[in-house]
């Protein structure tokens, strides 16, 4: 018990470091953004980087998850499951990036089309360097995906200063993004060109087939948090209303990257438990409690320093953005919960059971975004936002307790033994 104390506690700790570097730096790149481009920016920014990060899970095709999961089982096989990992993602790549690129060119718009185009190379970059960095995850070592991650943004910052300056246009956020994520994933694939054992031999269509689940669990959390910009876009709401919108839920989902450093430090060890057989109900809901508990503490300190908050960093042209805020900083204690609660269905292989939970949720949300936005807009918006992710928490606790008395099939042990 006192190595699986320590392991956390040390994947805890690196995670913790990068966190603060990773959500500080997008804090501060949002904050670049809305100060010098204006609200309309931010809007289209907040928009653009949005899509960007639903289609980076998209063409990561579950394969984070199966990856890290698998490493923790067999660290000798990291190199063949990322190979093998990457072969899968590039056979979707092929079916979703012209359809990405449709997207952008002929539903953008002129407001968004040349920042989401911009965009679509930080999306591939991206996928490639978190596919890396879940194998260093499963061996433990959090180190690299930080180190990987907080090059990325440090180049992505230095561009994205340059361009605000220059006062050049928001399409060349993007450009920022995907230059840092270059920088970013070549740090990590030189690393993992260090690591021995097997490069092949993984079957191919196991991990295809496992990380189905992952990737709608992925796309739907995405879309989860970010249907409610695309829904105010759809109906027209003005760019400058959606930069206030997307100013007021920054912070939000920042302070979200604390449930998920928790997350991801656990998963490795809480995958060795339910292998074990030794990770049941009670151990789910201690879990839940203490997510809801960290997220209700984060809301708190947010809704009270809310107007110091955005008044400091993105200036008195956002005061209505403190109001939104006011609502939307209550998303946390839910959103906390089932991010958390999700590594443990996960561990237990019941994540179609958590895919269905949050299925039916987007498409309730779906439904009340529809309802809500041409009514209210933003003020609907932010409402619906909370209900959305306390509905999920919800079907999420009992699907993690229902878990832990009747985990899933271990199907992928066939993974490893394949690898070697």
Same mark, same amino acid.
């Given at each position: 018990?006192?190595?699986?104390i320590?392991?956390?506690?040390?994947?805890?700790?690196?995670?913790?470091?990068?966190?603060?570097?990773?959500?500080?730096?997008?804090?501060?790149?949002?904050?670049?953004?809305?100060?010098?481009?204006?609200?309309?920016?931010?809007g289209?920014?907040?928009?653009?980087?949005?899509?960007?990060?639903?289609?980076?899970?998209?063409?990561?095709?579950?394969?984070?998850?199966?990856?890290?999961?698998?490493?923790?089982?067999?660290?000798?096989?990291?190199?063949?499951?990322?190979?093998?990992?990457?072969?899968?993602?590039?056979r979707?790549a092929?079916?979703?990036?012209?359809?990405?690129?449709f997207?952008?060119?002929?539903?953008?718009?002129?407001?968004?089309?040349?920042?989401?185009?911009?965009?679509?190379?930080?999306?591939?970059?991206?996928?490639?360097?978190?596919?890396?960095?879940?194998?260093?995850?499963?061996?433990?070592?959090?180190?690299?995906?930080?180190?990987?991650?907080?090059?990325?943004?440090?180049?992505?910052?230095?561009?994205?200063?340059?361009?605000?300056?220059?006062?050049?246009?928001v399409?060349?956020?993007?450009? !920022?993004?995907?230059?840092? *994520?270059? $920088?970013?994933? %070549?740090? =990590? +694939? &030189?690393?993992? @060109?260090?690591?021995?054992? #097997?490069?092949?031999?993984?079957?191919?269509?196991?991990?295809?087939?496992?990380?189905?689940p992952?990737?709608?669990?992925?796309?739907?959390?995405?879309l989860?948090?970010?249907?409610?910009?695309?829904?105010?876009?759809?109906?027209?709401?003005?760019?400058?209303?959606?930069?206030?919108?997307g100013?007021?839920?920054?912070?939000?989902?920042?302070?979200?990257?604390?449930?998920?450093?928790l997350?991801?430090?656990?998963y490795?060890?809480?995958?060795?438990?339910?292998?074990?057989?030794?990770?049941?109900?009670?151990?789910?809901?201690?879990?839940?409690?203490?997510?809801?508990?960290?997220?209700?503490?984060?809301?708190?300190?947010?809704?009270?320093?809310?107007?110091?908050?955005?008044? !400091?960093?993105?200036?008195? *042209?956002y $005061?209505?953005? %403190?109001? =939104? +805020? &006011?609502?939307v @900083?209550?998303v946390?204690? #839910?959103a906390?919960?089932?991010?958390v609660?999700?590594?443990?269905?996960?561990?237990?292989?019941?994540?179609?059971?958590?895919?269905?939970?949050?299925?039916?949720?987007?498409?309730?949300?779906?439904?009340?975004?529809?309802?809500?936005?041409?009514?209210?807009?933003?003020?609907?918006c932010?409402?619906?936002?909370?209900a959305?992710?306390?509905?999920?928490?919800?079907?999420?606790?009992?699907?993690?307790?229902?878990?832990?008395r009747?985990?899933?099939?271990?199907?992928?042990a066939?993974?490893?033994?394949?690898?070697?």
């Amino acid at each position: 018990m006192s190595g699986l104390i320590r392991r956390v506690a040390t994947n805890a700790a690196w995670l913790a470091s990068g966190e603060v570097v990773l959500k500080g730096a997008l804090f501060l790149a949002a904050a670049l953004v809305a100060r010098g481009l204006g609200p309309s920016a931010m809007g289209v920014f907040t928009v653009a980087y949005g899509a960007s990060l639903v289609l980076a899970q998209l063409l990561a095709a579950g394969q984070v998850e199966v990856v890290i999961r698998e490493v923790a089982s067999s660290p000798q096989a990291g190199l063949g499951l990322y190979r093998a990992a990457r072969r899968v993602q590039g056979r979707l790549a092929w079916l979703l990036v012209p359809a990405a690129l449709f997207g952008a060119w002929w539903l953008g718009g002129a407001a968004y089309r040349w920042a989401l185009l911009t965009f679509l190379p930080y999306a591939w970059l991206r996928c490639r360097l978190i596919t890396a960095a879940a194998v260093f995850k499963g061996l433990d070592r959090m180190a690299v995906e930080v180190v990987g991650r907080s090059l990325e943004v440090a180049v992505a910052l230095l561009v994205l200063s340059a361009a605000v300056a220059a006062r050049w246009p928001v399409w060349v956020v993007g450009l !920022a993004f995907s230059l840092g *994520a270059l $920088a970013g994933s %070549g740090y =990590v +694939l &030189a690393q993992l @060109a260090r690591l021995g054992g #097997p490069r092949g031999g993984v079957a191919e269509a196991i991990l295809r087939r496992q990380g189905l689940p992952f990737l709608g669990l992925a796309v739907v959390g995405q879309l989860l948090m970010r249907v409610d910009t695309f829904a105010l876009a759809f109906f027209g709401v003005a760019a400058e209303a959606i930069g206030h919108y997307g100013a007021a839920t920054t912070p939000v989902w920042g302070l979200l990257g604390v449930a998920q450093l928790l997350a991801v430090s656990i998963y490795p060890s809480v995958s060795r438990a339910a292998g074990d057989g030794t990770l049941g109900p009670r151990h789910a809901l201690l879990v839940g409690v203490a997510a809801w508990g960290l997220g209700a503490a984060l809301a708190a300190a947010l809704w009270v320093a809310r107007d110091a908050l955005v008044a !400091a960093v993105f200036g008195p *042209a956002y $005061a209505e953005a %403190g109001e =939104v +805020l &006011a609502v939307v @900083a209550w998303v946390l204690p #839910p959103a906390c919960g089932s991010m958390v609660l999700g590594v443990v269905v996960a561990a237990l292989h019941r994540q179609s059971w958590a895919l269905a939970c949050q299925f039916g949720a987007l498409v309730g949300a779906v439904a009340a975004y529809l309802y809500a936005v041409p009514r209210w807009a933003l003020t609907g918006c932010a409402w619906t936002l909370v209900a959305v992710h306390w509905a999920t928490f919800v079907a999420t606790f009992v699907c993690a307790l229902l878990a832990a008395r009747r985990p899933g099939p271990t199907g992928v042990a066939a993974i490893p033994a394949a690898a070697t």
